[in-house]
């Protein structure tokens, strides 16, 4: 496998989120669970994202912040490569309601101005932190796909389960990232929910399912707080669900 190119977990100064209802990026707010101490995927000084099996891996698994991601990123060959390997998602009725489209860093400009203007026309009176803060996301990380869900109508097989296989191959994109060595991260963020910005992908009954960044680790990796398992997973209690 790929050697890592994301850091250590360490704690670096994490920058202040400036324009929080355009991209909601996590925040260093306490967590309900410590890090360092809860039942499930308890980390202390491990790297993240070890390549060494796939089980250290996915117990490892780590997004970054694509404003923490630099160069070098993946290759056209690999960007590709990585979509392939989410071909093989599964999706109920053989449907592939999702396709990926990539935007190039010599494209980034153009999706920032297609950014701004969709924003304006929602926002007249947008403010100069908003307008740099869709600048900012249109230019992170040096490498974007922009993930379309593109739900199939003329089938019985429910909408919700063409979402739920959509978010399986955003998932799936992310490993192939991993897997070659980068540091990904799936931001939706105002742009997704836009329907100016989505027609700069799509068409009317297509959705943005997610902007996935990919690049190299600028600054180390930080835990993230994890679900006590107990909560999330017990048997069965017919009486009591
Ligand atoms: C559909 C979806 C949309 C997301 N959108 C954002 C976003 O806009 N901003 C953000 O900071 N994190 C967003 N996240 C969360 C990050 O992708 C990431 O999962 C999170 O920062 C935790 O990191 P982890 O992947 O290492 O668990 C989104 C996640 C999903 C599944």
């Avoid at 060494?52 to 912040?65: A, D, E, P, W």
């Avoid at 392939?84 to 009725?93: E, L, S, V």
């Avoid at 997973?233 to 009591?240: C, H, L, S, V």
Wanted: include cysteine.
């Amino acid at each position: 496998m790929a050697v890592c190119r994301s850091l250590i977990a360490g704690h670096p100064n994490e920058k202040k989120r400036q324009v929080k209802q355009i991209v909601a990026y996590e925040t260093k707010k306490p967590l309900a669970i410590a890090p360092r101490s809860h039942k499930v995927g308890s980390m202390t000084d491990t790297a993240f994202n070890d390549l060494s099996s796939l089980g250290s891996y996915l117990k490892t698994r780590r997004s970054s912040r694509p404003r923490n991601m630099t160069a070098p990123g993946p290759s056209d060959a690999e960007l590709r490569d990585f979509v392939a390997t989410a071909i093989r998602t599964p999706d109920h009725g053989k449907l592939s309601p999702w396709r990926v489209v990539q935007v190039d860093l010599d494209q980034r400009a153009a999706l920032a101005q297609g950014f701004i203007e969709a924003y304006r026309a929602d926002k007249p009176d947008a403010g100069r932190l908003e307008i740099e803060g869709l600048e900012k996301i249109a230019h992170e990380a040096p490498a974007l796909l922009v993930v379309l869900f593109s739900p199939i109508s003329s089938t019985k097989i429910p909408v919700w389960e063409q979402e739920l296989s959509t978010g399986a191959f955003c998932m799936n994109i992310l490993h192939a990232i991993h897997e070659k060595g980068f540091v990904g991260g799936w931001i939706t963020g105002w742009p997704a929910y836009s329907d100016r910005v989505r027609d700069m992908f799509g068409g009317a009954s297509e959705k943005i399912a997610g902007f996935l960044y990919a690049g190299t680790a600028r600054e180390p990796l930080e835990e993230r707080g994890r679900p006590d398992l107990d909560r999330i997973f017990g048997k069965w209690d017919p009486a009591g669900h």
